[in-house]
């Protein structure tokens, strides 16, 4: 099945790719289902507003008479921290007394703890979540609206994310999902490019319109301060009146927590990270590397999704931004989205059947493919890890009543389009104004008049053909723009190049004498890239080469691919943008906190053990 993407004549030109090439086939297998009720059975469910007992489940128990269980749900919430703590993000208190319930009860709380037993023997343990109405939210919004100089037609929007899934894998491994959006009418982006290595990078910019190293300039400038102080986008929505939540699975490796500190203040008015923190910490199990795929019953991912569902559904007219990430199932493995399937076909069906998106527009979106495995070694698999997928999904009357921003979203879906363009479409869509027809057309001119070009365009707007990677803001190392050719790694330009990518990370960890100083074990590949014709002929430095060289180092065996870059007039050679690690480092680089240089680091301390293994 050939992928259905048109290359421009000029301008950037992606890849055409085809999920089943021969190449890549071999990487892709079927996982056996995922089974989380090994270790537990539903006892306890619970809907919009109550928790009630599954009287069908009680035979599991060995509960013959329901005057037998006894039940209680004890709430619990988010700390007020101490901002000396380390873990600022993690702190929960729970509340002094269980409450009983017989068959079911109504919930006020957001989140709660529920126990059952049977003679005194705990049998039982879950976590439940809500989505009450907040008085001093719902004031804060009606204000809002009341200041408004004008009423506005307002939409909400709704990004749910998956992490490390290329577009490529999608199609792959999502068939179920991927005809329910068909069916939805959903525009998908065939040109949308990662800017940064993982997630963090690649998010940043989508939030605040900032990559990371503007972000550390403007708001977070040591890597243990919090996130509080930056404008994240959700400020903007929440300043309009509208109702704002976050959320995201394997919260160990969240977001804004892996390596980090999080948030001091809770960022959004609904904030699952302390109902999930606590759920994968007393009965997450089925670890796979770096996160449990299931909570109790639940695939942890379904628990994420039920938890959107219900905001969706209780938000439903409602003015509300909702950003959610889904980690669990797809961090570390190419073909584990597909044990997502039915769990995502399920979520999207139920708000379409609850008419949850009547006067919502989903986005939904990954941040990368898959940063390691065999398929990351071939030519594809790396082109891969640069081409996440997006679909857009609109109303119908959203899309009847702005037909010409539709119309160009449905266009620049084969141009080059980045995370920072994603930014710019949230703020279009905080304010509909901006994409009437008149102020589309007025847009565009003005656009098209500038000599300057914005990093960021909103999606509404046409994204010119001619745009190329610098321009849109996209480091050479991951712009998948380039026409390659590869080399055979015995050619004496590419070892050269391959001391070069090796010295350049032995500068880098110098610094931290607890890691081993690398060297060359072997070269795996060798390929050079350069511009298209026109672009190439126009550089003002007489033309360059980019070299990707992929190589293994001792110790440690790490796999790393490096971009090297050759300014042919002045004939300089350097390292460009971030070298990436293609394999897992395990526990090789424990011996230190800095998230960018564990990805490098082998431990002189690891070394050792294992020299003495």
């Known amino acids: 099945m050939k992928s259905d993407f048109v290359v421009d004549t000029i301008g950037c030109r992606i890849p055409d790719l085809d999920p089943f090439d021969p190449i890549v086939k071999k990487f892709i297998n079927e996982e056996k289902p995922l089974n989380c009720h090994e270790k537990h059975q539903l006892l306890v469910d619970s809907n919009l507003t109550s928790l009630f007992i599954v009287k069908s489940a009680l035979p599991s128990f060995n509960i013959s008479d329901l005057d037998q269980l006894n039940c209680c749900y004890q709430p619990f919430w988010r700390s007020k921290p101490n901002n000396s703590d380390k873990k600022v993000d993690d702190r929960i208190t729970f509340a002094d007394n269980c409450t009983s319930f017989k068959e079911s009860i109504s919930i ?208 439903a007219s409602k003015d509300f931004f909702g950003f959610f990430w889904g980690t669990s199932l797809t961090h570390d493995y190419l073909n584990f989205p597909s044990l997502g399937d039915g769990a ?79 930014y710019e479409t949230l703020v279009d869509l905080l304010n509909l104004d901006q994409i009437e027809m008149e102020s589309i057309q007025r847009r565009s001119i003005e656009f098209d008049k500038s000599k300057q070009k914005p990093r960021g365009i909103s999606l509404f707007l046409p994204v010119p053909k001619s745009r190329n990677c610098s321009e849109a803001g996209i480091e050479p190392h991951w712009c998948t723009c380039q026409r390659s050719e590869v080399l055979s790694v015995e050619d004496s330009v590419v070892k050269n190049m391959s001391s070069i990518l090796v010295q350049h990370l032995n500068a880098l960890l110098k610094p931290y004498g607890e890691c081993s100083q690398l060297q060359v074990e072997d070269i795996k590949s060798a390929s050079v890239q350069f511009p298209l014709q026109h672009l190439y002929n126009e550089t003002k430095d007489g033309g360059l080469k980019d070299y990707v060289i992929v190589i293994q180092t001792t110790p440690g065996g790490a796999l790393f691919e490096g971009t090297i870059r050759h300014q042919i007039k002045n004939d300089n050679v350097q390292v460009v943008g971030i070298v990436s690690r293609i394999n897992s480092y395990g526990n090789q680089s424990s011996c230190i906190v800095d998230y960018h240089m564990k990805l490098y680091c082998y431990c002189e301390s690891y070394l050792n053990m294992n020299t003495k293994l």
């Open 108 to 315: 006020q709380e957001e989140f709660v703890k529920v126990l059952c037993s049977v003679d005194s023997r705990n049998i039982y343990t879950n976590y439940h979540a809500f989505i009450p109405l907040k008085p001093e939210v719902e004031k804060r919004c009606k204000e809002a609206r009341e200041n408004s100089t004008e009423e506005k037609e307002r939409v909400s929007v709704l990004l749910v994310g998956m992490d490390g899934v290329s577009r490529m894998n999608f199609h792959r491994q999502l068939p179920r999902i991927l005809k329910i959006l068909q069916n939805m009418k959903a525009i998908e982006l065939l040109g949308y490019n990662k800017v940064g290595d993982n997630t963090f990078p690649n998010l940043v910019p989508v939030l605040s319109g900032l990559s990371e190293k503007e972000l550390k300039r403007v708001c977070w400038p040591n890597n243990n301060d919090v996130f509080d102080e930056c404008n994240w986008v959700w400020k903007n929505f929440s300043a309009a009146g509208y109702r704002t939540a976050f959320g995201e699975d394997a919260t160990d490796i969240g977001l804004f927590n892996y390596m980090k500190r999080g948030f001091s203040k809770q960022p959004t008015d609904y904030y699952s990270r302390p109902y999930l923190l606590q759920s994968e910490k007393d009965i997450g199990f089925h670890k796979k590397l770096y996160t449990k795929l299931c909570i109790g019953s639940q695939m942890s991912l379904s628990v994420l999704l039920q938890y959107i569902s219900k905001l969706a559904i209780t938000m």
């Open 344 to 422: 995502y076909e399920q979520f999207l069906c139920n708000l379409s059947d609850t008419g949850s998106l009547n006067r919502t527009v989903l986005i939904f979106l990954s941040d990368h493919g898959i940063r390691w495995g065999g398929i990351r070694k071939t030519y594809q698999g790396r082109l891969e890890e640069r081409l996440p997928f997006v679909f857009f999904i609109f109303p119908e009357w959203f899309r009847n009543k702005y037909p010409l921003a539709i119309t160009n979203l449905r266009k620049n879906t084969y141009h080059l389009t980045t995370p920072f363009d994603m």
